[in-house]
C-alpha cells in the first residue's frame, strides 16, 4: 500500500496563530487526499476531500477558511488552521485515496495539535 | 445512505482467550468493508478488509472477519488475544459515490488482561 507520512507529528501554538500541516504521499500519486480530524476517544470525521489541481471538498460544518486546504501536487497535500484556537486542538489525519474499487485509503500517523 | 455500528464501546478479554468485536453495516449496494486497528499515540493500520472475493477475510496478526449479508454483520475475531492486542478498533464501510468517502464506526475499545 502507499506510504504517507505527516509533518510535524506534534505542535503547540498559541491562540491566534495559524498552523500548517503537510501530508505527503512518498511512493504514490494521489489525486485524491482525505483530511480527518478525531477527539480523545472518538472516531474520525471527515473534514474534506482534497483533490489535486482543484479546490477542496468540505463537509457540512467544517469552515473552509478556517481549515485551508491546498493538494498542489500529487504527492503533497497541506492543512493550514487559521487563527488557531484551543477548540481547533484535536489530532489531525491526512489519508491517499486509492483508485480501486474498493476505496481503499492509506492513512499518515497524524498530527497532534495543541493550541495554548 | 450507508452507515455502520460497532455494538460494543468496549471489550475487555484475558490473554489467551478469543475476541470478538461486533459491527453491523447499512448499505443499499455491495459495500466494501474494513477494519482498522489504532494503538495509543499510533497511526490507523489496516487488519483486513472486504472486497466481495470470499466472505472470510484474514488479516494481520491472526485477526479475521466474516461478511455476513443475511445479517448485515462484518464481526472481527481472534482466536487467542495477546497482550499486544490492546488497541481502538474502527469498522468502516466505504461509500459508493464517486468521492470514495469511508463511513467510520465509533470504535471499540480492546482491553486484554494478563
Known amino acids: 500500500g502507499a506510504v504517507v507520512s505527516q509533518h510535524p507529528s506534534r505542535v503547540i501554538c498559541k491562540s491566534g496563530t495559524s498552523v500548517k500541516i503537510e501530508c505527503r504521499s512518498l511512493d504514490f500519486q494521489a489525486t485524491t487526499m482525505f483530511w480527518y480530524r478525531q477527539f480523545p476517544k472518538q472516531s474520525l470525521m471527515l473534514m474534506a476531500t482534497s483533490n489535486e489541481g482543484s479546490k477542496a471538498t468540505y463537509e457540512q460544518g467544517v469552515e473552509k477558511d478556517k481549515f485551508l486546504i491546498n493538494h498542489a501536487s500529487l504527492t503533497l497535500s497541506t492543512l493550514t488552521v487559521t487563527s488557531a484556537h484551543p477548540e481547533d486542538s484535536s489530532f489531525y489525519i491526512c489519508?491517499?485515496?486509492?483508485?480501486?474499487?474498493?476505496?481503499?485509503?492509506?492513512f499518515g500517523p497524524g498530527t497532534r495539535l495543541t493550541v495554548l | 445512505a450507508q452507515s455502520v455500528t460497532q455494538l460494543d464501546s468496549h471489550v475487555s478479554v484475558s490473554e489467551g482467550t478469543p475476541v470478538l468485536l461486533r459491527c453491523n453495516y447499512s448499505?443499499?449496494?455491495?459495500?466494501?468493508l474494513f477494519w482498522y486497528v489504532q494503538h495509543p499515540n499510533k497511526g490507523l493500520q489496516l487488519l483486513l478488509k472486504?472486497?466481495?472475493?470470499a466472505t472470510l477475510v484474514k488479516g494481520i496478526n491472526g485477526f479475521e472477519a466474516e461478511f455476513k449479508k443475511s445479517e448485515t454483520s462484518f464481526h472481527l475475531t481472534k482466536p487467542s488475544a495477546h497482550m499486544s492486542d490492546a488497541a481502538e478498533y474502527f469498522c468502516v464501510v466505504s461509500e459508493v459515490s464517486h468521492n470514495r468517502k469511508l463511513i467510520w464506526g465509533l470504535g471499540t475499545s480492546l482491553a486484554v488482561n494478563p
Open positions: 472486504y472486497t466481495s472475493a
Open positions: 489519508s491517499v485515496g486509492t483508485t480501486s474499487s474498493y476505496n481503499e485509503q492509506f
Open positions: 448499505s443499499s449496494y455491495s459495500p466494501s
